[in-house]
């Protein structure tokens, strides 16, 4: 039984990543109920909370089905992360998660996230800041190191437990590298195999499949699986890994009323958590994935993402239905 703190997330949970513009209440909902163990909130600033920032408040929203749920949080200074800390408790989240993983530059520049893997003896001191902040438990995610000449995450993971944290999610992945080349897990296997590590350790990077998700649990000897960009329009992966896992057997892929079903539920969500006009331009991104492999459907995706209200969105989405009604059932 894997635990993080009290929270106890069955024998092998599979962890949806938080995402930038993705990982949101409506999003999550839906990989919620397709069996996503742990979720997480989008990464939000810490001095946007102290700013009260709108966008940054907004990320706070977390809801009872959710649960677990963490709420994450990225800056570069102690005492904003310790003071976005206390506003984060008030929320009461399961958890409290730190991003010193995301490369984008904007976030980089400001010495977070990523940026953080340059200077280990801050890293240390932020997180020891943040878990002094609560009393909940302090998770963090990470990576490889900022490039190929500074892989230090055996390093980071033992000075990290040390000063309290839970659980370590590792993107197998440098800084330098992006998203690019093939994630490299044989270092987060060291991590969780160094005879003084006693957290979970999760791997994220590349698990776009059960047959993916399988080898890598049984090569790396991860406590569980971190997904991201797999999850986008598949929401569906979480359950198809638990499957797999459990009887070796595939699921049958979503047939095109699963796809449509989910997309409206998506959609809906989308507009009553963020309003009309955001909720249909942040749902755009989606629709590429929810219905990928479908031969013909490009005038459809064009309307879907060109389409500026909620009943014309819909209206397409239901018109899908009956001009692919012949791929009802079939797998796409």
Known sequence: MVKIGN????????????????????????????????????????????????????????????????IQIFGGDEEAMSIATNIVNVTQPDLVDINFGCPVKKVVTKGAGAGVLKDIDLMVRLTEAVVKSTDLPVTVKTRLGWDEDSKNIEEVAERLQDVGIK?????????????????????????????RINIPIFGNGDIDSPEKALEYKNRY????????????????????IKHYLKTGETLP???????????????????????????????????????????????????????????????????????????????I
């Open 7 to 70: 929270i106890s997330l069955g024998e092998f949970p599979l962890l949806l990543a938080p995402m930038e513009d993705v990982s949101d209440p409506p999003f999550r909902a839906v990989c919620k109920e397709n069996g996503a163990d742990l979720m997480y909130t989008e990464f939000i600033s810490s001095e946007g909370l102290i700013r009260d920032a709108i966008k940054s408040r907004q990320k706070l929203d977390i809801f009872d089905y959710e649960k677990p749920i963490g």
């Open 167 to 195: 659980a370590l999610s590792i993107h197998g992945r440098t800084r330098k590298q992006m998203y690019k080349g093939e994630a490299d897990w044989s270092l987060i296997s060291k991590v969780k195999n160094n005879s």
């Open 221 to 240: 000897g991860v406590d569980g699986i971190m997904i991201g960009r797999a999850a986008i329009g598949n929401p569906w992966i979480f359950n198809e």
């Open 253 to 331: 892929a979503p047939n095109l009323e699963d796809r449509v079903e989910t997309a409206k539920k998506h959609l809906e969500f989308s507009v009553k958590w963020k309003g009309e006009k955001v909720g249909i331009y942040e749902m755009r991104r989606h629709y590429t994935n929810y219905f990928k492999g479908i031969s013909h459907f490009k005038p459809y995706r064009t309307r879907l993402v060109e389409g500026d209200s909620f009943q014309e969105v819909l209206n397409t989405l239901d018109e899908v239905k009956e001009v692919f009604a012949d791929k009802m059932t079939e797998k």
